[in-house]
């Protein structure tokens, strides 16, 4: 049969069908095809590939003519071909030499029938037998076929028919040398991925496929398997992936290994990616097999120089990357770079996030103590130098928004511009939100009191870009208002609320920082959020951080008297409704003990003009506390209802005092 396939792969010119008697020609290969012959239809088929090569233009103009010839293959002889690997009794070049025509007449198909027939069942249907066939073929042949796996996967049925093969297996053993198979699965992943009804199937298939894919890729490069999973990991729905994958660890082997050891400007970029995708997916579990596995062990002195080594290599990066932000605002890959350097800053927030947590626990600390204050000197450093980033950032999108101004900045000799277009993204950049998260939660955990103080000096910035997604620009929160243009523009916002509140706790801790945040208005920017939150009785969590941070700010001695603005608050805060939930009831009594220390901190006069308000405060208080049972009397709750009510009675303003309603 091989050497038919040789013999009618080769017809003479002179054997070939002519123009003028395709009609003929046509005839008789679809009669071939249709025959029940093996051999004829290894002619008819030979004879097909040889009409499609040499007629392809007007194949294009004829798709009747490619109907017909598709219409008279049998999928059955297709398969069969496809299989020939599986079959005793034939050698390997003959077994290819099958493969080959088999692939090569489908390819052609898929080039000429109409788009809409790529998901039908006789090509999309022969999936299982190409992906059988790959281990067979001959190199040129694998590529063929895989490339015929990525462009079925990119429609439903295909997907589910690339995923449901018997022998999907044989892709993963590839992989490593034909890389080409991964984008493959990965097309199927994700389309099936995204269709309700078949998510399913990829749930159970990652639990398979990307355990078998770290096995495959062992003591190979790791970079393509990388690439994957950062596309895997970026575009599948949240509750598609793993809730709780059992390969963790062994992925962290790979990624410790590729940061570490056999670092290149290549492979940095997806290792760093995954490693921070994951630290977010999966932030119980997977910061102690990356962080943890790589410290010393509690009872040895010697120091596993793995960690440090990662830390060190993170911080070098993030600190050269910095200075290159502006200049590569304009260029057509920043939002890949940007991604990248992002990817960076969240790894370093979540390693501080759980050096932190390491201290409450009894395993030892995560470093050594010498090499802690190396890490601390060196987070400083890139803390430092991330807030002038932000500073010219800021600087530069203010100046140049109205297209009035081009920034010329210097770096090490060259000049070039800056346009404010390039810098009207800043609020979407997740780079932005990167650098302010890992920025506010060192500023919080470190008692650096000079870093703080350079801190305060870009209140203005976040506080310009404190806006939750969604809402109007803080300047706005003054007003009350929100224009129609500018509410289409922040659907696009990024989410900066928390990580800036976070970052007011560190800040707020110096006077320069309390100066800066009334400067700025800050006071009434989170207010406005806060009356908000009160009124819509949504994200109660978001409300109590502003109280916390409102009740630093009040508490400072550097603040003074309480302010006659800042007293709306006590009038908000007696007209709330009983709370129904815990979180709710946790915001209302925060407020009010906000409102107790306003008035602590306020003139007799002021107090006088509101000690209706705060007598009902008082009396709602006592009726709260009163009535909590079951869940709802947690200690917390009433250690707070109780400071309200001994706070307001201790300023004269019991309910023994309040004026009925």
């Known amino acids: 049969m091989a050497r038919l396939v040789h013999e009618?792969?080769?017809?003479?010119?002179?054997?070939?069908?002519?123009?003028?008697?395709?009609?003929?020609?046509?005839?008789?290969?679809?009669?071939?095809?249709?025959?029940?012959?093996?051999?004829?239809?290894?002619?008819?088929?030979?004879?097909?590939?040889?009409?499609?090569d040499n007629q392809r233009p007007s194949n294009h103009r004829h798709p009747a003519i490619v109907s017909i010839c598709w219409d008279a293959i049998s999928p059955k002889f297709l398969d069969r071909l496809l299989q020939a690997g599986n079959k005793a009794g034939r050698t390997q070049n003959e077994a290819q030499d099958m493969i080959g025509l088999a692939v090569a007449i489908i390819d052609a198909f898929i080039?000429?029938?109409?788009?809409?027939?790529?998901?039908?069942?006789?090509?999309?249907?022969?999936?299982?037998?190409?992906?059988?066939?790959?281990?067979?073929?001959?190199?040129?042949?694998?590529?063929?076929?895989?490339?015929?796996?990525?462009?079925?996967?990119?429609?439903?049925?295909?997907?589910?028919?690339?995923?449901?093969?018997?022998?999907?297996?044989?892709?993963?053993?590839?992989?490593?040398?034909?890389?080409?198979?991964?984008?493959?699965?990965?097309?199927?992943?994700?389309?099936a991925g995204m269709q309700v009804e078949t998510q399913y199937i990829v749930q159970a298939q990652l639990d398979n496929l990307i355990p078998a894919l770290i096995i495959s890729f062992k003591d190979n490069d790791?970079?393509?398997?990388?690439?994957?999973?950062?596309?895997?990991?970026?575009?599948?729905?949240?509750?598609?992936?793993?809730?709780?994958?059992?390969?963790?660890?062994?992925?962290?082997?790979?990624?410790?290994?590729?940061?570490?050891?056999?670092?290149?400007?290549?492979?940095?970029?997806?290792?760093?990616?995954?490693?921070?995708?994951?630290?977010?997916?999966?932030?119980?579990?997977?910061?102690?097999?990356?962080?943890?596995?790589?410290?010393?062990?509690?009872?040895?002195?010697?120091t596993n120089p793995s960690l440090s080594l990662l830390l060190s290599l993170l911080l070098v990066n993030i600190r050269s990357s910095i200075p290159s932000h502006l200049e590569l605002l304009s260029a057509p890959y920043y939002s890949n770079y940007s991604n990248a350097r992002a990817a960076e800053y969240d790894i370093l927030t979540a390693f501080v996030a759980y050096l932190m947590q390491s201290l409450d626990d009894d395993e030892g600390l995560l470093l050594p103590p010498d090499q802690l204050l190396k890490f601390r000197k060196d987070v400083a450093e890139?803390?430092?130098?991330?807030?002038?980033?932000?500073?010219?950032?800021?600087?530069?999108?203010?100046?140049?928004?109205?297209?009035?101004?081009?920034?010329?900045?210097s770096e090490k000799g060259e000049e070039y511009s800056i346009k404010g277009k390039d810098y009207s993204k800043m609020a979407t950049d997740s780079l932005t939100l990167a650098t302010i998260r890992a920025l506010a939660i060192w500023l919080r955990e470190d008692d650096n009191e000079s870093l703080r103080n350079e801190a305060a000096g870009i209140i203005d910035v976040l506080l310009g870009l404190y806006s939750p997604k969604g809402k109007a620009e803080p300047e706005q929160?003054?007003?009350?208002?929100?224009?129609?243009?500018?509410?289409?523009?922040?659907?696009?916002?990024?989410?900066?609320?928390?990580?800036?509140?976070?970052?007011?706790?560190?800040?707020l801790c110096t006077s320069g920082g309390i100066e800066a945040f009334l400067a700025g208005n800050g006071w009434a920017i989170l207010w406005g959020d806060l009356k908000s939150i009160l009124t819509s009785n949504e994200d109660s969590l978001r409300g109590i951080e502003i109280v916390r941070v409102l009740l630093q700010v009040t508490e400072a001695d550097v603040t003074g008297p309480s302010r006659e603005e800042w007293?709306?608050?006590?009038?908000?805060?007696?007209?709330?409704?009983?709370?129904?939930?815990?979180a709710d009831m946790e915001l209302q009594v925060a407020v009010w003990q906000l409102s107790v220390e306003l008035l602590s901190r306020a003139p007799a006069g002021m107090i006088k003009r509101h000690s209706d308000e705060?007598?009902?405060?008082?009396?709602?208080?006592?009726?709260?506390?009163?009535?909590?049972?079951?869940?709802?009397?947690?200690?917390?709750?009433?250690?707070?209802?109780?400071?309200?009510?001994?706070g307001l009675e201790g300023l004269g303003l019991g309910c023994n005092l309040a004026i009925e309603n």
């Open 477 to 507: 929160y003054l007003s009350g208002e929100e224009s129609e243009g500018q509410h289409s523009h922040f659907g696009e916002r990024l989410e900066f609320s928390s990580p800036v509140l976070i970052a007011f706790e560190g800040i």
């Open 222 to 302: 790791a970079v393509k398997l990388l690439d994957f999973l950062v596309e895997i990991y970026t575009r599948l729905p949240v509750n598609v992936l793993p809730p709780s994958p059992s390969w963790l660890k062994d992925l962290s082997n790979v990624l410790r290994h590729t940061l570490v050891i056999d670092q290149t400007s290549v492979n940095r970029t997806p290792a760093t990616l995954i490693l921070s995708r994951l630290l977010q997916m999966y932030p119980t579990t997977f910061p102690r097999h990356i962080f943890r596995a790589s410290a010393p062990s509690i009872s040895s002195q010697s």
């Open 111 to 191: 080039g000429l029938l109409p788009p809409v027939t790529e998901d039908d069942e006789k090509l999309v249907d022969r999936t299982g037998a190409l992906v059988s066939a790959s281990l067979h073929s001959s190199p040129e042949v694998t590529n063929r076929i895989l490339d015929i796996l990525k462009r079925f996967s990119s429609n439903p049925r295909g997907a589910v028919k690339l995923l449901e093969a018997k022998e999907l297996s044989s892709l993963v053993e590839i992989a490593p040398q034909e890389p080409s198979s991964l984008p493959a699965l990965q097309f199927a992943l994700v389309t």
């Open 567 to 582: 007293m709306s608050i006590i009038t908000t805060a007696s007209g709330l409704p009983k709370s129904q939930s815990n």
């Open 8 to 52: 009618a792969g080769d017809v003479p010119k002179n054997n070939a069908p002519e123009k003028t008697d395709s009609s003929l020609s046509l005839d008789q290969v679809t009669a071939l095809l249709k025959s029940k012959d093996d051999t004829s239809r290894f002619v008819g088929l030979a004879l097909v590939k040889s009409i499609l």
């Open 614 to 646: 705060a007598k009902k405060i008082t009396r709602v208080a006592e009726e709260v506390l009163r009535n909590l049972t079951g869940e709802k009397r947690k200690d917390d709750i009433v250690d707070g209802l109780s400071e309200v009510i001994e």
């Open 382 to 409: 890139t803390m430092s130098l991330t807030i002038e980033f932000l500073r010219d950032r800021w600087d530069a999108e203010s100046a140049g928004i109205d297209g009035s101004k081009n920034i010329k900045i």
